[in-house]
């Protein structure tokens, strides 16, 4: 009898420590979810009652007919969003890896080198970051002061232009490099230097010890940044909403989707519609994401003969 009181005391002790994380998970995590999709398939103005309108939210963002017409620029947004990921990602991770490679030889100062590196991914998500990339990639900025300088006599205001807005973007994403960085670094750290003895006794190259040694041992590190990276870069937002002046211009060329779903939900109060946008956006994630397992059977080498 004493020994279930113990265990019940023990039990109810445990849920006490939980509980501050389980009422955060159920307040603010689970409800909001739910509530959010329930509102997906609502018309709500935030100020009035939700009113049921069943799937057409989801009609006019893919279909649309004449009382509803299709909205044309959330298909906009989405392909811009896909151009920047399917970019932006690759270009990080091999920036990422090159630099921490270089990070990884035994040089004088490499501590101090290494946080420098890693400054960008701390303030490059901030407000101040996103003004100052607009500053510099304005008409008038250091970019083109810098090109003039040089022989360059009318280079484009990169950011007014739809030609190159959406590549400024890109080039602060693969900026902040620092992240997928130091993962890139603990894996080399973690592959055997005998791998590279025998492999120099055996007359391989640097460039073919790299595709046979250090590729494959770093195929998990390269998988694990390469599906968080791209979940991240998904819900891009703040980069966009300075840089854009907040309304994705010029001409939507920056108009990313959660930066349109932000306007549909708190800028023109369309809280249902852009419930059913988030709920898309998490589709959209969750099939890459199980795609990118799918095919990594193949590409990924965890040590064990898999």
């Known amino acids: 009898m ?24 159920f307040v603010l995590t689970l409800y909001p979810m739910i509530f959010s999709l329930y509102l997906s398939f609502t018309q709500y103005n935030i100020l009035q009652p939700p009113q049921w309108v069943g ?6 963002m893919f279909v649309g007919n004449n009382q509803y017409p299709r909205d ?42 290494r946080t420098i590196y890693y400054i960008p991914t ?39 232009t739809p030609k190159y807005a959406l590549s400024t ?13 130091i993962i890139f670094l603990a894996g080399l750290k973690q592959i055997p230097h005998e791998y590279y003895e025998a492999a120099s006794v055996d007359g391989a190259s640097k460039p073919r010890q790299f595709f046979a040694i250090t590729l494959p041992s770093l195929s998990p590190i390269i998988f694990f940044n390469m599906v968080m ?24 060329s ?5 930066l349109y779903l932000y306007l549909r939900g708190f800028a023109w ?23 990118s397992f799918r095919l990594s059977g193949s590409l990924v080498s965890y040590g064990s003969g898999e």
């Open 169 to 181: 973007l890109i080039i602060l994403a693969v900026w902040q490099f620092g992240s997928p960085m």
């Open 72 to 113: 044309t620029r959330f298909m906009n947004s989405l392909f811009v969003t896909l151009r920047f990921v399917f970019v932006s990602v690759p270009l990080k991770l091999l920036f990422a890896l090159a630099v921490a490679m270089l990070m990884n030889q035994k040089l004088r100062l490499i501590p101090f080198y």
């Open 269 to 291: 109060t369309e809280m249902g519609y852009a419930s059913a946008m988030a709920w898309f956006l998490l589709l959209i994630i969750a099939v890459l994401t199980a795609l």
């Open 2 to 25: 004493a020994l279930r009181k113990n265990v019940i005391l023990d039990n109810v002790t445990s849920y006490l420590f939980m509980a501050p994380w389980l009422l955060g998970f």
């Open 229 to 252: 990276q791209m979940i991240s870069a998904f819900q891009s937002f703040t980069q966009a909403f300075i840089v854009s002046g907040g309304n994705g211009g010029p001409v939507d």
């Open 122 to 160: 701390l303030l490059g998500g901030s407000v101040a970051i996103a003004v100052l990339w607009r500053r510099l990639f304005s008409g008038d900025g250091a970019i083109n002061t810098i090109l003039r300088a040089i022989g360059f006599l009318n280079p484009p205001s990169w950011i007014s």
């Open 254 to 258: 920056t108009m990313f989707y959660s």
């Open 55 to 60: 799937w057409r939210n989801f009609f006019v």
